[in-house]
């Protein structure tokens, strides 16, 4: 069976540098393209920190475009605070000599999907794929999967309602999940199971690996700040679990939903009312309800050894 051509579409970000890694050093699925997204950072630093973090990998092959700087209502409001200044933990990096397509991500979205049936993992804002959407109309049908990081049902992580993605552009998150594609949403419900600890860290150091090395550095200051915001040095591994999903089928327990994400509420703006009634049981959108955490460690653990040697 021919392995899933995928995208992913992404803000990098601590977590997503994770998801990104995890992703190219997994034979299961061909990733063709990093899109990249203002989110955590701005757009000028989610693009660097992609070429980047693909030159750490050893595919200057791949192909990073640019996209959307912004929102589609209003202005972006960074995470610097939670991923560093730099969106990977403020390491000094040498300038990355991948460059930069000329293509903007929306187009290379549309190209890729209308070559071959495509995947794409969204784990940063969604305003590309609603881009997408507007952009080629009927798009929808020719992407097979679509597995989003996103939303919360049982409380957010930038207000008491909204999850940060989502709250991010809730514009464009109300749009795609209204969109006519099969969705996988891994919301916070699902995300906060999957964490790695300082065991994990001294694991990524003690490999002996430039990556390994990158990596716990970059986690370093993201175990700190839960440390202050959760009480524990647990590093939840939000972005990974939707790589995950497509490593591993059938791993991350699913339930059948209706989502559907507020976009004028005063207290709840940027809120995913993810309803699991048994009407949705067989609803093509998804919602992860269930990792086990021991398993996906493990798996993530082998694929980050996979790289050389420094």
Same mark, same amino acid.
């Given at each position: 069976m021919?392995?899933?051509?995928?995208?992913?579409?992404?803000?990098?970000?601590v977590?997503?540098?994770?998801?990104?890694?995890?992703?190219? /050093?997994s034979?299961e699925?061909? $990733?063709?393209?990093?899109?990249?997204?203002?989110g955590? $950072?701005?757009? +000028?630093?989610?693009?660097?920190?992609?070429?980047?973090l693909?030159?750490?990998a050893?595919r200057? +092959?791949?192909?990073?475009?640019? =996209?959307?700087?912004g929102?589609?209502?209003g202005?972006? *409001?960074?995470?610097?605070? $939670?991923?560093?200044?730099?969106?990977l =933990?403020?390491?000094?990096?040498?300038?990355?000599g991948?460059?930069?397509? *000329?293509?903007?991500a929306?187009?290379?979205l549309?190209?890729?999907?209308?070559?071959?049936?495509? !995947?794409?993992?969204?784990?940063?804002?969604?305003?590309?794929l609603?881009?997408?959407?507007?952009?080629h109309?009927?798009?929808?049908?020719r992407?097979?999967?679509?597995?989003?990081?996103?939303g919360?049902?049982?409380h957010?992580n930038? !207000?008491?309602?909204?999850?940060?993605?989502v709250?991010?552009d809730?514009e464009?998150a109300?749009?795609?999940?209204?969109?006519?594609?099969p969705?996988?949403?891994?919301?916070?419900?699902?995300t906060?199971?999957?964490?790695l600890? %300082?065991?994990d860290?001294?694991?990524?150091?003690?490999?002996g690996?430039t990556?390994?090395?990158?990596?716990?550095g970059?986690?370093?200051?993201? /175990?700190?700040?839960?440390?202050?915001w959760y009480?524990?040095? %647990?590093?939840?591994m939000?972005?990974?679990?939707a790589?995950?999903?497509?490593?591993?089928?059938?791993?991350?327990?699913?339930v059948?939903?209706?989502?559907e994400?507020?976009t004028?509420?005063?207290?709840?703006?940027?809120? !995913?009312?993810? %309803?699991r009634?048994?009407?949705?049981?067989?609803?093509s959108?998804?919602?992860?309800? @269930?990792? *086990?955490n021991?398993?996906?460690?493990?798996?993530?653990?082998? @694929?980050l050894?996979?790289?050389?040697?420094?």
């Amino acid at each position: 069976m021919a392995r899933p051509r995928v995208v992913i579409d992404t803000d990098p970000g601590v977590d997503d540098a994770v998801a990104i890694l995890l992703a190219l /050093a997994s034979e299961e699925i061909d $990733v063709c393209a990093i899109t990249t997204v203002a989110g955590n $950072v701005g757009i +000028d630093k989610t693009t660097l920190n992609a070429r980047r973090l693909v030159e750490l990998a050893g595919r200057p +092959d791949l192909t990073v475009a640019r =996209g959307a700087a912004g929102p589609l209502v209003g202005a972006l *409001d960074e995470a610097g605070e $939670v991923h560093g200044l730099d969106g990977l =933990g403020d390491l000094e990096w040498d300038e990355p000599g991948v460059p930069e397509a *000329d293509e903007h991500a929306v187009e290379v979205l549309a190209r890729l999907a209308e070559e071959a049936p495509l !995947t794409i993992v969204a784990i940063g804002p969604l305003t590309n794929l609603a881009l997408l959407q507007a952009r080629h109309p009927g798009i929808e049908s020719r992407v097979e999967r679509l597995v989003v990081m996103g939303g919360a049902s049982f409380h957010g992580n930038v !207000t008491a309602a909204a999850e940060f993605n989502v709250w991010a552009d809730p514009e464009a998150a109300a749009r795609v999940m209204s969109g006519a594609w099969p969705i996988t949403l891994m919301p916070l419900d699902l995300t906060h199971q999957a964490v790695l600890n %300082d065991a994990d860290l001294d694991y990524l150091r003690g490999l002996g690996t430039t990556v390994g090395e990158r990596l716990a550095g970059m986690l370093e200051p993201y /175990a700190a700040f839960h440390d202050q915001w959760y009480g524990n040095r %647990d590093v939840i591994m939000h972005d990974a679990t939707a790589v995950y999903e497509l490593l591993a089928p059938g791993a991350i327990e699913t339930v059948g939903a209706h989502v559907e994400v507020e976009t004028s509420g005063r207290l709840t703006r940027g809120e !995913t009312v993810i %309803d699991r009634r048994r009407g949705f049981a067989h609803s093509s959108t998804r919602v992860g309800t @269930r990792i *086990d955490n021991d398993r996906f460690v493990g798996v993530l653990r082998e @694929r980050l050894a996979r790289y050389p040697l420094v």
